[in-house]
């Protein structure tokens, strides 16, 4: 062990009295185990409340999305949609047909994001498990005698339920209306210049605020017959993986295997907003939180000067055995970086901790119509080195700062 390194380690583990410079030198290393404890914590519940946002837009973004690159729509027969169910890591492809509408329920009225889906959408995305009321029901086919009666029904998000003053027990059915292609509604009475529907609301989703105010779901037949579309036209192809890990491999094949008339949206891809605008809040939280933890290390500037001028005599006998003015100011540099070691790994164990106890406990709670009862904390290892290098960069600058400034 080298000769300054064992005296800070003296200085700052074997003091025998008390004094205001040791207090100073612990209220510093306090300082920054909170600050870093503060930002583990802060960052890892940020991290949580992405992932629970996120895993909830999934819900209605398919992990890869096929689109036309021209044109709203696209047939199943133009593309080997064999070879595209049987890509290795496709799970699932759903057909789907979105569009626009207007549902009328007496003097109540909602615009709406009219979603047809086919029968295996549902348990694919998980949208069936996200049933808040009713259940999940699209359509029913039964015989009447000689008729087969079909009868349809909707998944509506819950504000959209609200809005139009309707339950899964509502035994009137909704008016859905749906412009006619290559007509103009101006002139025209509501049938001549809408395609109109009807169908009973099933049950209600509540997912995520965004898509409770505008989704309402169907069965694709319906949409397709308000929109006057062949049986195999679609507006997009919604796959679900195996592994999503997957996902930049597979998302390259089916690239090659539709060729240029087709898009293929990863999560990414499908909500670039929504993902650019949360890794610029993330960064930004970061960034204010180490400002917080510059702070913190301020402290040190007093910690060191005081102890530089309670340590002249010291001083003064190291020069005396032949030491160095650099080797003596590398003694208090070492003991202001031993402090800020310390503090950053106490901080980082207690920040670790802390955030296991919220993950297993739930320890702080949200408010009772929250979709989860604590809050959620997810640990990623990139905050935790991330932290420790800001942490050891900052307190070695003031460090060295104040070293340098010292008369010594």
Not at 47 to 56: K, P
Not at 91 to 119: K, Y
Not at 311 to 320: E, F, M, P, Q, Y
């Amino acid at each position: 062990m080298k000769v300054s390194t064992f005296i800070a380690r003296r200085y700052l583990f074997s003091r025998k009295e008390k004094t205001v410079i040791n207090i100073i030198s612990w209220i510093s290393l306090i300082g920054i185990t909170v600050s870093t404890l503060a930002l583990i914590v802060v960052m890892s519940v940020y991290n949580g409340i992405g992932q629970l946002t996120q895993s909830l837009f999934n819900i209605f973004d398919p992990e890869l999305l096929i689109e036309p690159t021209q044109g709203k729509t696209f047939h199943t027969s133009a593309i080997d949609y064999d070879a595209l169910q049987n890509t290795p890591g496709v799970d699932n492809v759903s057909q789907i047909v979105e569009e626009n509408a207007w549902i009328t329920m007496h003097q109540a009225e909602a615009i709406v994001q009219l979603r047809g889906v086919d029968e295996s959408y549902g348990s694919a995305c998980g949208l069936d498990t996200m049933i808040a009321e009713g259940e999940y029901l699209l359509k029913d086919i039964y015989y009447d005698g000689a008729d087969t009666i079909r009868q349809d029904f909707l998944l509506m998000g819950w504000n959209i339920m609200v809005r139009l003053g309707v339950n899964s027990m509502t035994n009137t059915p909704l008016a859905l209306h749906i412009p006619k292609r290559g007509t103009s509604s101006i002139g025209f009475s509501i049938d001549e210049a809408f395609n109109n529907g009807y169908a009973f609301p099933a049950g209600a989703f509540r997912i995520q605020e965004e898509i409770d105010n505008l989704y309402v779901v169907a069965d694709i037949d319906l949409v397709r017959h308000l929109m006057s579309y062949s049986p195999d036209e679609v507006t997009a192809l919604a796959v679900t993986l195996k592994d999503s890990k997957q996902m930049a491999s597979i998302k390259r094949q089916l690239r090659t295997l539709l060729g240029d008339g087709y898009t293929v949206k990863d999560r990414f891809d499908q909500k670039p907003l929504y993902y650019k605008i949360f890794r610029s809040e993330r960064l930004g939280v970061f960034l204010i939180l180490s400002l917080i933890v510059l702070i913190s290390t301020l402290n040190l500037i007093a910690s060191l000067s005081l102890l530089i001028i309670n340590k002249r005599k010291d001083i003064g006998t190291l020069r005396a055995l032949g030491m160095e003015q650099q080797q003596i100011r590398r003694v208090f540099f070492t003991e202001g970086i031993l402090i800020a070691l310390v503090g950053v790994v106490a901080g980082l164990l207690l920040g670790f901790i802390t955030c296991l106890l919220q993950q297993h406990f739930g320890i702080v709670k949200l408010g009772a119509n929250a979709i989860v009862d604590a809050f959620p904390v997810a640990m990623r290892i990139i905050d935790f080195g991330a932290t420790f290098l800001v942490v050891t960069l900052l307190s070695t600058l003031v460090v060295a700062f104040t070293v340098r400034r010292a008369k010594i």
